[in-house]
């Protein structure tokens, strides 16, 4: 982590999703406000142990993950957020303690507000209440769907609705998809709410049985519709 001098010629939150209503004038008061703080990939940039700390960040450059541990020490990925998106609004809401951890994937710069800064930001422009509330409502949803997902769903199930999630039709056409980046065992265990373990058996099962192939670093589904079918969604 390593703190920066703000220099509005190159550090900018007119890209920041729920400031983009904001009058050029108050975007600036607001960056001045703000702690600008670079970030190297795999820094910890929010931790639930941090009881003390209420900012909110916006994430100017970069990508970070949000994630909880599990009982086993295995890892649950909650988000991925990209350059525009903000964090940390719970806490400053509230002034209760972190609800997960923030870590960079990447190499991040963030800006951090102050919480009594942002909760005036908050009362003064309404409209910016709304956008945050319409946030909450996503982010409830997203997590029901989750939390389904979670309790009703086999490991393997969840694996391959990870593997549909992040697959794209392959571009030549012939109506099999690809997982360009396969992630790792880890990662995908920690979206699926399983462990490495569990993920490669299940890419076993699918190469045996032939709805999946490897191909280097990327998969390729030659059977999405079994592929669905085996994860429980038709």
């Not at 393997?156 to 697959?167: G, K």
Request: proline share 3%; aromatic share 6%; glycine share 6%.
């Amino acid at each position: 982590m390593q703190i920066i001098d703000y220099n509005s010629a190159e550090f900018s939150l007119a890209d920041i999703h729920i400031l983009k209503e904001l009058p050029s004038e108050d975007l600036r008061t607001i960056e001045q406000k703000c702690e600008w703080i670079k970030f190297d990939a795999n820094d910890i940039i929010l931790d639930p142990s941090d009881t003390d700390k209420h900012e909110v960040y916006f994430l100017v450059e970069g990508k970070v993950r949000i994630a909880n541990d599990r009982d086993d020490s295995e890892e649950i990925s909650l988000a991925d957020l990209d350059a525009g998106s903000h964090f940390g609004e719970l806490s400053a809401i509230d002034a209760q303690g972190r609800a997960a951890r923030v870590r960079g994937t990447e190499h991040c710069i963030i800006a951090r507000l102050e919480r009594t800064d942002f909760r005036a930001l908050l009362v003064e422009v309404p409209k910016l209440s709304l956008q945050l509330i319409e946030h909450f409502v996503s982010i409830i949803r997203s997590m029901n769907e989750r939390v389904t997902a979670l309790t009703s769903l086999t490991p393997h199930q969840r694996i391959f609705t990870e593997f549909l999630r992040i697959s794209e039709p392959n571009p030549n056409g012939d109506g099999t998809w690809v997982i360009s980046v396969v992630p790792t065992h880890k990662e995908i265990a920690s979206w699926s709410g399983t462990n490495k373990s569990e993920v490669a058996n299940a890419i076993g099962g699918l190469v045996r049985n032939g709805v999946m192939e490897r191909h280097h670093r990327s998969f390729r589904i030659k059977d999405h519709t079994k592929l669905k079918l085996l994860a429980g969604l038709s």
